[in-house]
């Protein structure tokens, strides 16, 4: 069964871009969306970008390499629905990021 993992500190987290964790051997990105912290796959499903090296815009990551936009709480690509990131649940207790991977 999965359980939530310790990722980082709160604070840690940039405004304007992400950051990378690794949890289970995964690549997991931690964004601040408005409130809330969301995680999502670091690997972008085109051609294998950073995705927390991506700028945010109206809740959505903007991969560095081309551009592509993703939902940061559902995944979902804003150009192609049919075409997903896998994305993590996250708790937030006493200013610690918890992800369930
Ligand atoms: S690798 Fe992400 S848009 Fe191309």
Redesign the pocket.
């Known amino acids: 069964m999965s359980e939530f993992i310790r990722a980082a500190s709160a604070d840690e987290i940039p405004e304007d871009t992400g950051k990378l964790v690794e949890i289970d051997g995964q690549e997991i990105a931690l964004f601040k969306s408005g409130a809330e912290i969301c995680a999502i796959h670091n690997i972008?499903p085109?051609?294998?970008?950073p995705l927390s090296e991506g700028g945010l815009r109206e809740g959505r990551v903007i991969?560095p390499?081309?551009?592509?936009e993703f939902d940061l709480k559902s995944g979902v690509s804003a150009f192609n629905p049919a075409i997903k990131v896998p994305v993590f649940k996250v708790k937030v207790e006493n200013g610690s990021v918890f992800v369930r991977v």
């Open positions: 972008c085109h051609a294998g970008g991969c390499w081309h551009g592509w």
